[in-house]
């Protein structure tokens, strides 16, 4: 038996879905290459010619090196090393400095705040179990972008809440963020869907229920072979 990540829905409650900044795209964790940092930010070129205005904003913590993950999950290929520093310094030296932002760590309000003003969430990393910066994502109500690792190509449909993206397919992730860019009709649905979806399946009131019934199931099931 398998439970969810948990959330708190109230503390992520948006009393209007339609109130954000349409040129904001937001990454939130480490920034590495593990985590598709580097190929986000390269997805930066393309897509402000698209979108001039559009703004990419990152938050978390930078750092050289991979702790953990040096495979991607989807076909077992060997992480290929990327200094994020390097990247940042390259697209910061570049024309499209202005469309890129890096905020450092966020936390408390000041990460509510950053959530609720984004237009969509994107987590196109190698590696995962179930993100909780995507679960605050949906429960905030973000059409969410994220690759097919971990519990995501379970919870995230393809077209529905958001899109599903190959790890380091910069161009598909590309013309993915365009998309919801530039749909606003597409956008909203994803954005309705989510904020609805997290409450159904992942509020921490419906999985301590269900932690419940199964620890029952387990005690009934010991007792009878005792018995």
Do not use: W
Not at 33 to 48: S, W
Not at 163 to 179: C, W, Y
Not at 180 to 189: F, M
Not at 190 to 201: I, L, Q, W
Request: charged fraction near 25%.
């Amino acid at each position: 038996m398998v439970l969810y990540q948990a959330i708190e829905t109230d503390e992520y409650d948006n009393d209007d879905l339609a109130d954000f900044d349409p040129k904001m795209v937001f990454f939130m964790g480490h920034l590495t290459q593990a985590k598709g940092y580097c190929d986000l930010v390269r997805t930066i070129p393309p897509v402000a010619t698209k979108c001039p205005d559009v703004r990419f904003c990152f938050a978390g913590t930078m750092r050289r090196g991979e702790r953990g993950v040096f495979f991607d999950q989807t076909n077992g290929r060997p992480l290929r090393y990327e200094d994020p520093f390097e990247i940042e310094k390259e697209i910061k030296a570049g024309s499209y400095n202005q469309n890129y932002s890096n905020l450092g760590v966020v936390s408390g309000q000041a990460k509510q705040k950053v959530l609720k003003s984004c237009n969509l969430f994107v987590l196109p990393s190698y590696s995962e179990g179930f993100s909780r910066a995507v679960l605050e994502g949906m429960s905030v109500g973000k059409p969410i972008i994220c690759t097919p690792v971990g519990a995501h190509q379970e919870i995230i449909q393809d077209g529905v809440n958001g899109f599903v993206v190959e790890p380091g397919n910069v161009p598909q992730l590309a013309d993915r963020i365009i998309k919801i860019l530039s749909d606003h009709q597409l956008r909203r649905r994803m954005a309705e869907t989510n904020y609805r979806y997290a409450r159904e399946k992942f509020d921490i009131k419906i999985i301590a229920e269900q932690m419940e019934k199964y620890l029952k199931r387990v005690i009934d099931e010991s007792n009878s072979m005792v018995d």
